[in-house]
């Protein structure tokens, strides 16, 4: 079961070119689910077929501004139009939320490098709360297998396939850090993505135009692109969704790791720290002085990766 | 060629139309050729909007490819129109003077292709509003690239309206008025050497990808560009002398490859430091380099191209150097096109790629262009070529004329 798992969760940017083949069975099989929010322009191709009310919904989504300068108002009505939009393209119904940041929080996240045996749970629950492109095998975690006496992913394997856990090999999972002095945000040419109060760094996928000056500017390659319309199998769509969050996306804009905004906003642990069997995964506010995290970064030995290039990140690794 | 002297504004545009459209079967063919290539490529682009870029050989490893090497090289080009204008306007030299139109069209053509290769770039072209201040949301000064955009659309209105106001004039007869052009070719210069370090300081700026991370970078741009773009200009100079009637003196030639030799030397001076760097002690940021000179765990794809590209390098400065046929017009040929090509391969592929290979999680992958990524990127060179060729056509025709009622 394991290794089906870790099958799934690979990511192999070469399968989904050579697969093309394959695709149309793939699409047969599945139904599509595009982007419901993107501005139709963007989309095009199926004109004919959309209502008038589809359409209007989608011109109106087109010329709607930066999610930062919208008001509370301006906020809810772009979240009924696109649960609107999702429900006229696909028949069902989402929730989508546009839940402010909380007072008095700083999420922070630590990652126990000597209880993690890799088994890629995290990947997994990742890849379905966050509806991630099946298509393209999108992951935002990914698990590096490394040898003992080498504690750097860049020189361990994150394409391993095999049984786990390993003797004497250990794992180092890696995702967006959430960096307080963030590059990518630095980068960004039309401020659609930032760092919000408590600390998540987000992209408002309506206003990336898709650049990928981010994406080159991040030095943990914490930041994923949508080459092609992004596919979720209509039953698996985690219908649970924050408009900063794991709303669907839409081909040409880019995505990244949110700590599951949708989740962590209502109080809740980020499904990948929910997920992990071992424990590694300690998620909480960097402000509340009880919380766990504060307590691993007070007891334990941790470190960051990459340190000296002053992003400052939210993410620390410790060994027990 | 020669019509009676007509007047205003309507006139201009309908003359310029018709000089720039006349020609002979030959041009004629040259021009369906074009437009075949660029109808080519647009229908590829249509496409890449329609599945996104999907169908480029890009991914999130190496995520950016041809477009923006081309687009990194063709800014070198464009900037290239500087080195006729100092000694044009500045040290008053009347040689260069004669030809330093022909150079602001070449940047005029070469602006177009950066500005059209950021766009086939993007994921969601129709969302380039959002970059336009007060309708969107321009995040200057933070982002580099919002600088390149300012630098880039101000250095092709300077490049058009001075040549437009001057030959305005000519083709009623006129001498242009100093005061009014004068403020905005100096303007340009400094403009020149602006869009340059902007476009290095792109790259440059990134701490998370050593390749680039070097304050090296900006001033060999400008040394490969000071370079290549002469040597563009060069070729289109060969071409003009023997396809019009359009007198290009030898002396121009002359100045021309002095121009290019020493921007071209000090180019290579920087290549050999730059390989000193990296291979000197060698440290983990030393991947992408070893990448792209000798390839690693298996990953060569780029290797035969940057030997093939030095080789072309040294050739054509030392064939700029040593010149035993005194500016013969086919001998400069053949040098300027394999400096270049040589300038071409390295500013556009070795520069842009190997910044993402290692990733920064330390994998490594082989980037190859697809077909329509490249069919798109010949639809731009050819779209270029189409607006330099419009330009000087109409341009020359006012000249010759202006020159001859003034004879």
New interface residues.
């Given amino acids: 079961m394991k290794s089906s798992r870790k099958k799934e969760g690979q990511m192999k940017i070469k399968d989904m070119l050579e697969n093309k083949s394959s695709r149309r069975s793939f699409m047969k099989k599945l139904s599509i689910a595009a982007a419901a929010g993107s501005a139709g322009l963007v989309t095009g191709g199926c004109g004919s077929l959309e209502s008038s009310e589809e359409m209007g919904l989608k011109w109106e989504e087109y010329f709607k501004k930066n999610y930062r300068l919208m008001t509370q108002e301006e906020k809810d009505e772009t979240v009924a139009r696109l649960e609107r939009l999702f429900k006229l393209r696909m028949d069902e119904n989402i929730q989508m939320s546009n839940q402010e940041p909380r007072e008095n929080v700083l999420f922070g996240y630590a990652f126990n490098i000597s209880r993690c045996k890799g088994y890629m749970d995290c990947v997994e629950a990742c890849v379905k709360e966050n509806n991630l492109d099946r298509k393209a095998k999108t992951q935002y975690i990914r698990l590096f297998e490394m040898e003992s006496g080498k504690l750097d992913p860049t020189s361990g394997d994150g394409k391993y396939h095999h049984e786990v856990p390993v003797e004497n090999k250990f794992y180092m999972g890696v995702q967006c850090y959430h960096c307080e002095n963030s590059p990518c945000t630095k980068a960004c040419p039309t401020k659609a993505t930032w760092r919000e109060p408590d600390g998540i760094v987000v992209v408002d996928y309506d206003w990336c135009i898709g650049c990928r000056y981010c994406l080159a500017a991040c030095p943990y390659w914490g930041r994923r692109f949508n080459w092609g319309e992004p596919e979720v199998p209509k039953e698996e769509i985690n219908k649970k969704q924050h408009y900063l969050g794991n709303r669907m996306r839409m081909k040409g804009v880019m995505e990244k790791c949110t700590f599951c905004v949708q989740r962590t906003r209502q109080g809740k642990q980020p499904a990948c720290a929910d997920a992990c069997p071992t424990g590694s995964r300690v998620f909480g506010n960097l402000l509340d002085p009880d919380s766990e995290i504060r307590y691993v970064l007070k007891h334990k030995k941790v470190f960051r990766f990459k340190e000296e290039l002053g992003t400052d990140p939210k993410f620390w690794y410790f060994i027990d | 060629m020669i019509t009676s002297p007509k007047k205003g504004i309507p006139a201009f545009i309908s003359d310029c139309t018709r000089w720039a459209l006349s020609g002979g079967i030959g041009f004629k063919v040259y021009l369906v050729v074009l437009l075949a290539v660029i109808g080519v490529g647009a229908f590829s682009y249509v496409k890449q909007?329609?599945?996104?870029?999907?169908i480029?050989?890009?991914?999130?490893?190496v995520?950016?490819g041809l477009y923006i090497s081309n687009f990194t090289f063709f800014v070198g080009v464009a900037a290239a129109a500087v080195m006729l204008i100092v000694p044009a306007y500045i040290l008053k030299d009347k040689d260069l003077h004669e030809v330093v139109i022909i150079g602001e069209c070449v940047a005029v053509g070469a602006l177009i292709m950066c500005l059209m290769f950021?766009t086939m770039?993007?994921?969601?072209?129709?969302?380039?509003w959002?970059?336009i201040p007060g309708i969107?949301?321009?995040?200057w000064p933070?982002?580099?690239?919002?600088w390149d955009?300012l630098v880039l659309n101000g250095y092709l209105a300077l490049n058009s309206l001075v040549p437009l106001y001057i030959l305005y004039c000519n083709y009623h007869n006129r001498e242009p008025v100093g005061w009014k052009y004068k403020p905005f070719v100096f303007l340009s210069i400094f403009w020149a050497v602006s869009i340059h370090m902007t476009t290095a300081f792109?790259y440059q700026g990134?701490?998370?990808?050593p390749f680039w991370n070097n304050p090296l970078l900006g001033p060999r741009f400008l040394a490969s560009a000071f370079a290549a773009g002469p040597a563009v200009i060069m070729m289109v100079l060969i071409v003009i002398k023997q396809k019009t009637r359009y007198p290009v003196d030898i002396n121009i030639f002359f100045k021309l490859k002095r121009i290019i030799v020493v921007s071209a030397i000090i180019n290579l001076l920087m290549l050999f430091s730059e390989i000193f760097k990296e291979f000197y002690t060698f440290t983990?940021h030393s991947l992408s380099a070893q990448y792209l000179f000798f390839g690693l765990e298996g990953h060569d794809s780029l290797v035969p191209w940057i030997w093939t590209a030095i080789g072309l390098n040294i050739f054509g400065t030392l064939l700029f150097s040593f010149d035993p046929t005194k500016c013969n017009p086919r001998y400069l040929m053949v040098a300027a096109i394999s400096l270049f090509t040589g300038i071409w391969i390295e500013k556009g592929f070795g520069l842009i790629i190997p910044?993402?290979i290692?990733?920064?999680?330390?994998?490594v992958?082989d980037y190859t262009p697809t077909s329509n990524e490249i069919l798109i990127t010949l639809g731009v060179l050819a779209t270029g070529v189409l607006v330099v060729t419009l330009l000087i056509k109409p341009a020359l025709a006012i000249l010759i004329r202006y020159k001859e009622s003034n004879a």
């Fill in positions: 909007f329609q599945e996104g870029l999907i480029t050989g890009m991914s999130d490893i995520s950016w950021i770039d993007m994921g969601g072209p129709l969302k380039v959002h970059m969107g949301l321009f995040n933070s982002s580099i690239l919002t955009v792109l990134l701490p998370a990808r983990h910044g993402f290692p990733s920064p999680m330390g994998e992958v």
